[in-house]
């Protein structure tokens, strides 16, 4: 009788563990199935399509910013080359407002004056006209600020005085020129620019005369 009490459960057991060998092997399969499907040609194909463009990217941003640094130093080094001279530049200048100083000084030129006064008239004004050219061709240039609006970029106003041929605010007369070295002030202009009111309202110029 004890034989026959547990046959049947053995009997029962059976179904149970088929139906749980069943379905580890249906979830095998669709792991399988499901990685399969990962990694079709198409999936490989978007993957890598993905990571060459995220290298391309890359590599332009890369390239964007190097060309940058290239450009900064090439023109840190163009500055460097056309300022290295600046120094010296004001010291040439000097000589220049010397030589136009030069001429200044010599009498209002007459036609019968002195030949010696002629001579001198020339020979002041050659080596000028020869000294602007050398100067010219290494970037420096003059700027007569004479009749043109007060730049306090560019001008030094040494005094104010009333002008009826000059507009307020505007240069009436230059004791020196303005210098530039490529484009940039090497020597401000010294002026006298034209005052505007009687009354004397430094409104007129924007210059500041209280000093």
Do not use: C, Y
């Not at 009788?1 to 046959?7: E, F, G, L, P, V």
């Not at 049947?8 to 249906?26: F, L, N, R, Y």
């Not at 060309?67 to 500055?79: G, I, M, T, W």
């Not at 001008?155 to 210098?179: F, I, K, L, R």
């Amino acid at each position: 009788m004890t034989d026959q009490n547990h046959t049947p459960e053995t009997a029962h057991d059976a179904p149970e563990q088929g139906v749980e060998t069943t379905v580890a092997h249906d979830e095998t399969t669709a792991t399988a199935e499901q990685a399969a499907e990962d990694t079709s040609p198409e999936a490989r194909i978007a993957a890598l399509e993905a990571e060459v463009a995220d290298f391309k990217d890359r590599w332009v941003r890369s390239e964007a910013e190097a060309q940058n640094v290239r450009n900064r130093a090439k023109r840190d080094v163009d500055d460097a080359r056309q300022f290295a001279i600046q120094k010296f530049a004001k010291d040439v200048v000097e000589a220049a407002d010397n030589i136009q100083r030069g001429i200044a000084s010599l009498p209002p030129q007459a036609e019968d004056e002195d030949s010696l006064i002629t001579k001198l008239r020339e020979g002041f004004e050659s080596t000028e006209r020869s000294f602007l050219g050398i100067l010219e061709r290494n970037g420096i240039t003059r700027e007569d600020p004479t009749g043109k609006p007060f730049d306090a970029n560019l001008h030094q106003a040494m005094a104010e005085q009333p002008s009826d041929e000059h507009e307020p605010g505007h240069v009436m007369q230059a004791w020196t020129p303005a210098w530039l070295l490529k484009g940039r002030l090497l020597k401000a202009a010294m002026v006298i620019v034209a005052k505007g009111a009687p009354s004397g309202d430094k409104a007129t110029t924007g210059l500041d005369t209280s000093a």
